[in-house]
């Protein structure tokens, strides 16, 4: 059981660490698209956009809505990824040492 639990925490780890690397890439995409280093015209560019940001919007959209753009910058994705490194740091291996606490009956 605590194996399972141990795997489930990986995976969980493994997922928010490809969703940092997402967040990321996006944001030096959109940083390029603005300042006309590339452009939309490039069909793997443009693909490559589209599928980032159908997984990062989702994530960034709640905090997009509270957040107000700081002089035309969005810091919305500064923060996702400070709470997201938060989760990964301090939540996950609390959450998982508490469970595998119950589980090994400590």
């Given at each position: 059981?605590?194996?399972?639990?141990?795997?489930?925490?990986?995976?969980?780890?493994?997922?928010?660490?490809?969703?940092?690397?997402a967040?990321?890439?996006?944001?030096?995409?959109?940083?390029?698209?603005?300042?006309?280093?590339?452009?939309?015209?490039?069909?793997?560019?443009?693909?490559?956009?589209?599928?980032?940001?159908?997984?990062?919007?989702?994530?960034?959209?709640?905090?997009?809505?509270?957040?107000?753009?700081?002089?035309?910058?969005?810091?919305?994705?500064?923060?996702?990824?400070?709470?997201?490194?938060?989760?990964?740091?301090?939540?996950?291996?609390?959450?998982q040492?508490?469970?595998?606490?119950?589980?090994?009956?400590?």
């Amino acid at each position: 059981m605590a194996a399972i639990i141990g795997f489930i925490f990986f995976v969980i780890n493994a997922l928010l660490g490809l969703l940092v690397l997402a967040i990321i890439i996006s944001a030096v995409l959109s940083w390029l698209f603005a300042f006309d280093v590339i452009n939309h015209r490039n069909r793997f560019v443009n693909q490559l956009a589209g599928a980032l940001d159908a997984i990062v919007a989702p994530v960034m959209a709640p905090f997009r809505a509270i957040i107000p753009p700081l002089g035309g910058i969005d810091i919305t994705p500064i923060i996702v990824l400070i709470l997201i490194q938060g989760i990964r740091g301090f939540l996950l291996p609390a959450s998982q040492a508490a469970l595998m606490g119950l589980v090994g009956g400590y």
